[in-house]
């Protein structure tokens, strides 16, 4: 069972991003920071007091519902890991995106159909839904690392 998490683990690891920042202040004037950093860019919310949450404002590629996004796009986290009165730690890495599983999942119901061969689906679909997964994906990591670059740099003023 051990075995199974920690490649589950290192698996997630590869499609998640991670990156870390010290901050020069107390945690109030951290806190105080985050506020005059939110701008156009990003926002935050803090989910407990040590993690809070980081979401851009704008997002390429994040399924929209009558011009609403159904998830809320782009977002990092960040984890205070050592606190003192000089200076704050923080984690910050993303999540899975699950999007990414949306766009291969009509690739597994098609393998069979494709193999099988009674069907006009041509064996190209097999490449094409693999390559729209690593589009999507480049877009996304791009975007995560250009947020944690500006959230990082509200922090550093």
């Keep these: 069972c051990s075995l199974i998490h920690f490649v589950m683990r290192d698996l997630l690891n590869i499609f998640t991003l991670q990156d870390g ?14 506020k005059l950093g939110e701008n156009k860019y990003f926002r935050t919310e803090w989910i407990n007091e040590n993690d809070l949450k980081f979401v851009a404002n704008r997002s390429a590629g994040i399924f929209m519902s009558i011009g609403r996004p159904i998830t809320e796009g782009i ?33 597994i119901f098609l ?9 006009n689906i041509k064996s190209w679909v097999l490449i094409v839904f693999p390559l729209i ?21 509200s922090l550093v003023k």
């Design 21 to 34: 920042i010290t901050f020069n202040g107390t945690l109030s004037e951290l806190d105080e920071r985050l």
């Design 75 to 107: 977002k990092g986290y960040a984890t205070i890991t050592s606190k003192n009165e000089k200076e704050q730690h923080l984690a910050l890495k993303t999540k899975f995106r699950w999007e990414l599983i949306i766009v291969l999942v009509p690739l």
């Design 111 to 119: 393998i069979p159909v494709i193999i099988v061969g009674n069907t």
């Design 133 to 153: 997964t690593l589009y999507f994906g480049f877009v996304f990591r791009l975007q995560e690392k250009s947020l944690f670059d500006v959230f990082k740099k």
